[in-house]
Structures are given as structure tokens and as C-alpha cells.
């Protein structure tokens, strides 16, 4: 009779047990990639990996496998911050494109207040030298009249 399993995977093979048909971990730690367990249990514990695969549905398993595996290796590779570093540094980075997107609005804000308020003097300008040079015209024709009768020897004999 052929064996059911044959094949242990990493997680029974590391922990020297039987792997039995229903393994909770055999689909997410196959015995092709060994290092994979080994990281995760060093980690979270063979009995926390199963506690928390066999809480969750199936579908979600693989993710939630995958995000311990992610975990335990930052934290192998930094004791300290472990993934937290990646979290901080991706937060900053969001703080800095969000900064940068508020400086951008404000200076588009900027640009368009300014365009808006160069259109206003133009229309103000281009209105007040036309009554401007209506208005000259007017006291330089007075101006004329009354600098001609000043200087005219009628009045000053
Ligand atoms: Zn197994």
C-alpha cells in the first residue's frame, strides 16, 4: 500500500514529526524550502503559526503565512526594529510626498492668485490710462486756453 504522505513538510520535517494528511502548515511550508520554517518558527513558535493559521479562513491562510515569514526574517536580520524600521521609513515617506503635495497646492494656489491679480491691474490700468489721457487732454486744452490769455497782450498792455 503507497503511503498517504510521503513527503513530510518543513514544519514536520523540523519538528521530527509526523506530517499527518491534514497538516495545517504543509501548504504554506513545503519541504522544498526548509529555511522558510525554520525562520518563522524561530521567531513566532511552531504552536503560535499553527494557533494562528487555524483561526483564520482558508483563503487568508497563505497571506497570513506569507506576512509572518516577511516579519520573522526582518526580525531575524535586525533583533531590534525588525519590520518596524521598513514601516517607519515607508511612514516617512509618505509624510514627505504628503508635504510635498501641500507646498505643490500652495504654490499652484500661489501662481493662480497671482495670474488672477496680474489680469486685475492690467484691466485696471488699461481702464485708468484711458480716463487718464481723456483727463489730459481736457486740462491741456484748458491749460492752453488760459496760458494764451495770460500771455495775451490784450490783458497786458
Ligand atoms: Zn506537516
Not at 521530527?16 to 518558527?41: G, I, K, T
Not at 525588525?82 to 516617512?92: A, P
Not at 486740462?139 to 495775451?152: E, I, K, M, P, R
Request: net charge negative; aromatic share 8%.
Amino acid at each position: 500500500m503507497i503511503s498517504n504522505n510521503p513527503t513530510r513538510c518543513a514544519a514536520c520535517r523540523f519538528l521530527r514529526r509526523r506530517c499527518p494528511q491534514d497538516c495545517v502548515l504543509a501548504p504554506y511550508f513545503p519541504s522544498s524550502n526548509p529555511e522558510r520554517f525554520a525562520c518563522v518558527h524561530k521567531i513566532f513558535g511552531a504552536g503560535n503559526i499553527t494557533k494562528m493559521l487555524e483561526q483564520l479562513p482558508v483563503h487568508l491562510r497563505e497571506a497570513a503565512a506569507d506576512s509572518m515569514f516577511y516579519e520573522a526574517s526582518l526580525r531575524v536580520e535586525d533583533p531590534v526594529y525588525g519590520c518596524v524600521r521598513i514601516i517607519s521609513q515607508l511612514q516617512h515617506h509618505i509624510l514627505e510626498a504628503q508635504s510635498e503635495i501641500l507646498k505643490t497646492n500652495g504654490q499652484v494656489a500661489s501662481y493662480i492668485a497671482q495670474q488672477q491679480l496680474h489680469q486685475q491691474q492690467q484691466n485696471v490700468v488699461h481702464g485708468a490710462s484711458y480716463q487718464q489721457d481723456m483727463q489730459i487732454s481736457e486740462y491741456s486744452g484748458v491749460g492752453w486756453d488760459v496760458q494764451t490769455l495770460a500771455n495775451d497782450s490784450y490783458f497786458h498792455p
